[in-house]
Nanobody, 128 residues
């Protein structure tokens, strides 16, 4: 079991940047897939970005492609989400997720149902 703790959320003006961090306690094995999801009030949780810890393969939602970057620091067992050119529609609670059930360097997961571990979330608010 892995515990995940997010940080880095806050209030930012449109066009600004934030970097979210997700620290994993417990061992992150190299077969983990990590993901970022977000949920706005009244909406379902949606995929933002994912990363295969071993292979470094990434995937992004179309809505954030070119603006957000997911990365990892293996020594710190930390996953980051760099968010640039933020828009008001990016306002949401952002959640980090991890899943150990991977079989290849290239596997990424974009469905929330595929993840077994979740953080508590961090709020991002983008003002216009």
């Amino acid at each position: 079991q892995v515990q995940l703790v997010e940080s880095g959320g806050g209030l930012v003006q449109a066009g600004g940047s934030l970097r979210l961090s997700c620290v994993a306690s417990g061992r992150i094995f190299r077969n983990y897939v990590m993901g970022w999801f977000r949920q706005a009030p009244g909406k379902e949780r949606e995929f933002v970005a994912a990363l295969n810890w071993r292979g470094g393969i990434t995937s992004y939602a179309d809505s954030v492609k070119g603006r957000f970057t997911i990365s990892r620091d293996s020594a710190k067992s930390t996953v980051y989400l760099q968010m640039n050119s933020l828009k008001p529609e990016d306002t949401a609670s952002y959640y980090c997720a991890a899943d150990s059930r991977t079989t290849s360097y290239y596997m990424v997961k974009i469905s929330a149902a595929e993840y077994e571990n979740w953080g508590q979330g961090t709020q991002v608010t983008v003002s216009s």
